[in-house]
């Protein structure tokens, strides 16, 4: 984090007097517009399956969904010109490419499909955004964003991630602390489909956004966030993150996430919710063993916008995120590298629930499993290549989820090419 920028009457005094020198100070401190550009190619290759395994499928009578595709993502940041305000831009390139899919199977999320069409057979599109570095510690950014934080956050769990348009600015001048505002316009979904106005394509037009995270120390930092989403709701969230070593090789963390729902809707649909998380994880060398518990309150479950979930049990399917609903989490790790085989990961987890209101004066719950196993080649011409296998089994009644009993797989095949 940057240093915060001092400045007596007479310093400042003498920096409006010379601005050249303060241009050129600056010059030399910023890496360059060419010099301080990056890209990067990268390849995604995925095999989606879930099979409905209720009696006569699920909600649409589908029994199943299983697609493939590959992706690419073209993703170019620009330096900064020199001086005490740097421009730069930046570009972000997408194509999908179907490889597999009928109308019958079609609906995975990794293509513009849906059950009853297949789609096209390639999808694409490009999009910008120009951006100002001030002092080299305040960015000011308009145009496409992939937002990463507790109230707005893109979602990457498909083929290609999905994306925001907007403005933003953030701020890193006081040390250890890191502050960030902006309004979202319109998002474009991860299947390929067109940019649309509003979180869920209706005529509500934005989502603005405030907040931060604080380091108190190397092993303590907490984020605090708020937001507003126009015609659905006002949120805001506190987060805590303290980590510290038991003995040696061995240590504990702990995160603590709340988020307050306040329904904003004319529609009368309800938002009203409170939603908290805690997890505890035991690092023991190449081992991690994880406890979590989530609860829901407030008049209705707790809904969000593609990745802005930042909670213990929002896993591979589930959320747990129903009207009054309580879940818990047991989780295991592990990294080969302790048994002489780096590059591969081993992660498995069981959450249970219960008391989600379903239905006036019905409670229920569900539990989902995952297994998690990644290997990235280590040497060779294969030398990067991530393959990934995931897998998660959910038992549920109808009540929860129009989809029912589920049976998932994912296989994955990812490849990233320095190109700048």
């Known amino acids: 984090m940057k240093k915060v920028i001092q ?19 600056y010059a030399q401190q910023a890496e360059g517009f060419i010099e301080g550009s990056s890209a990067t190619l990268s390849n995604r290759t995925m095999n989606f399956n879930r099979d409905f395994r209720s009696s006569g499928g699920n909600a649409a009578g589908q029994s199943k969904r299983d697609e493939t595709a590959t992706g690419f993502v073209l993703n170019f940041e620009s330096g900064y010109s020199r001086g005490p305000v ?17 109308s019958d199977n079609a609906g995975t999320g990794i293509l513009p499909s849906s059950f009853g069409d297949s789609g096209p057979s390639n999808y694409s599109e490009i999009r910008g955004a120009v951006k100002a570095n001030i002092l080299e510690d305040t960015v000011l950014r308009y145009g496409v964003h992939l937002p990463e934080n507790p109230v707005i956050a893109y979602d990457d769990a498909r083929l290609l991630p999905n994306h925001y348009s907007g403005y933003s600015v953030t701020n890193s001048s006081i040390d250890n602390l890191f502050v960030e505002a902006g309004r979202m316009n319109k998002r474009g979904d991860m299947d390929g489909t067109a940019e649309v106005k509003g979180p869920f394509g209706g005529d509500n037009d934005k989502v603005v956004y405030l907040g931060g995270t604080y380091e108190f120390a190397e092993n303590l930092s907490t984020s605090l966030y708020t937001s507003k989403a126009d015609q659905l709701w006002k949120r805001h969230f506190a987060g805590l993150t303290h980590s510290f070593d038991l003995a040696e090789g061995l240590s504990l963390t702990t995160d603590l996430a709340h988020y307050h729902t306040s329904d904003d809707s004319p529609t009368g649909q309800e938002f009203g919710n409170k939603a908290t998380s805690i997890g505890a994880t035991l690092g ?10 989530q609860r829901m309150s407030g008049d209705a479950g707790f809904e969000y916008l593609d990745g802005a979930i930042f909670l213990a049990n929002s896993v591979q399917y589930a959320d747990f995120n129903a009207k009054d609903e309580r879940s818990y989490q047991a989780r295991y790790d592990y990294d080969f590298a302790g048994l002489g085989i780096p590059g591969l990961t081993f992660m498995t987890r069981y959450i249970t629930s219960d008391n989600a209101d379903v239905a006036p004066g019905v409670r229920d719950g569900r539990w989902e499993r995952d297994t998690n196993i990644s290997y990235t080649m280590q040497n060779g011409m294969l030398e990067g290549v991530n393959l990934l296998w995931r897998n998660a089994t959910i038992r549920q009644d109808v009540g929860l989820d129009d989809n029912g009993d589920i049976d998932e797989n994912r296989l994955i095949v990812s490849y990233t090419w320095d190109l700048l």
């Open 7 to 25: 400045w007596s009457s007479i310093a400042l005094a003498v920096a409006v007097g010379n601005g050249v020198l303060v241009s050129n100070v």
């Open 86 to 102: 740097g421009l730069g831009f930046d570009t972000i390139a997408m194509l999908g490419i179907k490889l597999d899919s009928t």
């Open 284 to 293: 023991a060398g190449h081992h991690g063993f994880t406890l979590a518990a």
